[in-house]
């Protein structure tokens, strides 16, 4: 089964920087919106953000909207998920994702190929 591969993910203290990275083939990434969700222990999925295939077009979850940032290189069919000022309520799995359409969506269930997921914890 076609998965994506996320990286980047670790231990940081408040107030930290992480770039996390999500690579995957070719027909697994476009032409289709990206997105970044995260599940921390004890609660369900939540929906981050997303980006239309072209880059046009974000959508974030609004308490991420300040401090998270995504975005993606088509050409190499990677996508990113920037975090600023991280606090321990960030902490979480990050999963990436990619959709069956160009435009995002911050409907899990529109989402097709996931990948396994990586670890961000923030330190306070």
């Known amino acids: 089964q076609v998965k994506l591969v996320e990286s980047g993910g670790g231990l940081v203290q408040t107030g930290g920087s992480l770039r996390l990275s999500c690579q995957g083939p070719g027909r697994a990434f476009g032409p289709y919106s990206l997105g970044w969700f995260r599940q921390a222990p004890g609660k369900e999925r939540e929906f981050v953000a997303a980006l239309s295939w072209f880059g046009a077009t974000t959508i974030y979850s609004h308490s991420v909207k300040a401090h998270l940032f995504i975005s993606r290189d088509n050409a190499e069919n990677m996508g990113y998920l920037r975090m600023n000022n991280l606090t321990p309520e960030d902490s979480a799995v990050y999963y990436c994702?990619?959709?069956?359409?160009?435009?995002?969506?911050?409907?899990?269930?529109?989402?097709?190929?996931w990948g396994q997921g990586t670890q961000v914890t923030v330190s306070s």
């Open positions: 994702a990619t959709s069956g359409s160009r435009l995002p969506s911050n409907d899990s269930s529109a989402y097709n190929y």
